[in-house]
């Protein structure tokens, strides 16, 4: 019994090993360009593009998980933990209270119509660069750590912008689902990170903030 487990344990590493070696990080940002400390990065809340009209770019997922308001609090209070964690620079946090009201005015469009209103919104918070993080799709872990019915779903987008000539400078995208180890061997490298639990989307969601980071260069 125990030659057969520790069989299988090396065919695990074996395979661990073998991924980590085939496949490139999958990342939105190929060649990301540090950005200099010269700039003044502001950071907005986070937002949930419902409708295509107030997207900058890209789509609104099929059957869009929606998140709780108050976690979109939740999630801006984890930001500004990860950036004054994980990088020396300094930056400015934007009330909440100040968000842009008339992201919701678009209703009509299928084509994203939402960069002059965030460059506006800069403009008006006198930013240089302003960082734009928004949650796309959130599907909360139902059940604990130890099991799931559902498993934690996210897919968040951080945008920088430079705000006087409206220029998008860098994006990055993460989407994760959280498998167990037996259902996708590609994951093995997380399902050991953490320990083999199951996660929350706010975990998730740390994740992606982590890669954002490394993406845009801050």
């Not at 930001?79 to 209703?107: C, G, M, S, W």
Request: glycine share 6%.
């Amino acid at each position: 019994m125990r030659t057969r487990l520790h069989t299988v344990v090396l065919i695990v590493l074996c395979l661990a090993l073998a991924v980590s070696c085939a496949r490139r990080p999958r990342s939105t940002a190929e060649a990301p360009r540090v950005i200099s400390a010269s700039y003044s990065i502001s950071v907005a809340p986070f937002t949930q593009p419902t409708n295509a009209s107030q997207l900058i770019m890209g789509r609104i997922p099929e059957d869009q998980g929606r998140i709780p308001g108050d976690m979109l609090l939740a999630l801006d209070m984890k930001l500004r933990e990860v950036l004054l964690t994980d990088t020396k620079r300094r930056y400015t946090f934007i009330a909440r209270q100040n968000l842009p009201q008339n992201l919701t005015q678009f209703h009509s469009s299928e084509q994203p119509q939402a960069l002059p209103l965030w460059q506006d919104y800069g403009k008006r918070q006198y930013a240089q660069l302003l960082l734009i993080p928004q949650v796309l799709d959130w599907h909360q872990r139902e059940g604990s750590r130890a099991g799931v019915t559902q498993s934690a779903h996210v897919r968040v987008e951080f945008f920088l912008l430079k705000v006087d000539d409206g220029t998008l400078m860098n994006r990055s995208i993460f989407e994760e689902k959280q498998v167990g180890l037996t259902e996708n061997l590609l994951t093995v490298g997380s399902f050991f990170k953490r320990k083999g639990a199951w996660v929350t989307a706010e975990d998730l969601s740390v994740d992606g903030m982590r890669k954002a980071i490394k993406d845009l260069g801050l």
